[in-house]
């Protein structure tokens, strides 16, 4: 099993099923999850020095400590149940209402071809997967990003990210995600994980991350204490 570890940074969103993807216009954001607010945020924020996007949508009160820890709880439950994934890493992360939270990071070389946003066979089935497990935890959001190393132009990046966001999107949106409760993104090289001097650090920034947050009602719930 893989090993889960704690991340500090932001979260997302999520649901289930499959079948064939439909296009999606490239070069934008895609979806208007609630969940999924993307943006500035302070205390939430993908990437370094207070550029990037937000994970998980700020609900504009705080939230007990008791309810933390119920839905604590449901995520730990759930991110070691995704960490059977294959080609995946699972960690535990921190939202902008800080939050537990999911981040699952698929390799783009294992989704995508080089150069490429067409998923193959070997990757819709571990999507398929990833949905599966997925299907009991609805009231949930999910923030997909996708990323590039830095070769090429920054307009080549920027679309092929999108490109890449929008092919998990799809494919999760076939197998039973609400589209209303998904976000996809392109961030293009702009957030490397690794050096992009080489080969294997340029194989680690292209990547796509989705991001699992609680939905407003699952901290309703969990405020009221009825969250199972």
Same mark, same amino acid.
Do not use: P, V
């Given at each position: 099993m893989k090993k889960i570890s704690v991340f500090l940074m932001c979260a997302i969103l999520v649901l289930p099923g499959c079948g064939t993807m439909s296009k999606l216009a490239q070069g934008s954001i895609v979806g208007t999850g609630a969940g999924a607010a993307i943006g500035a945020i302070a205390?939430?924020?993908? /990437? /370094?020095n207070g550029k990037g996007a937000a994970i998980g949508a700020a609900i504009?009160?705080?939230v007990g400590g008791g309810a933390g820890a119920l839905i604590g709880h449901k995520m730990d439950k759930k991110a070691e149940e995704l960490a059977a994934l294959e080609n995946a890493n699972v960690e535990t992360i921190e939202d902008v209402n800080g939050l537990k939270g999911i981040k699952v990071t698929f390799n783009s070389g294992i989704l995508f071809p080089t150069n490429g946003s067409t998923l193959n066979k070997n990757s819709k089935a571990e999507l398929a997967e990833f949905a599966a497990k997925m299907q009991d935890l609805a009231d949930t959001d999910i923030t997909i990003y996708g990323h590039t190393d @830095?070769?090429?132009t920054a307009e080549v990046n920027?679309?092929?990210? @999108?490109?890449?966001?929008?092919s998990v999107f799809n494919y999760l949106k076939s197998c039973g995600f609400a589209e209303e409760r998904m976000t996809a993104q392109g961030m293009s090289y702009n957030m490397p994980v690794a050096t992009n001097d080489t080969p294997e650090g340029r194989a680690q920034n292209r990547r796509v991350e989705i991001y699992i947050t609680a939905n407003e009602e699952m901290i309703e719930a969990a405020k009221n204490g009825t969250l199972q």
């Open positions: 205390g939430g924020l993908i /990437g /370094g504009g009160g705080a @830095n070769t090429g920027e679309k092929l990210s @999108n490109k890449r966001a929008a």
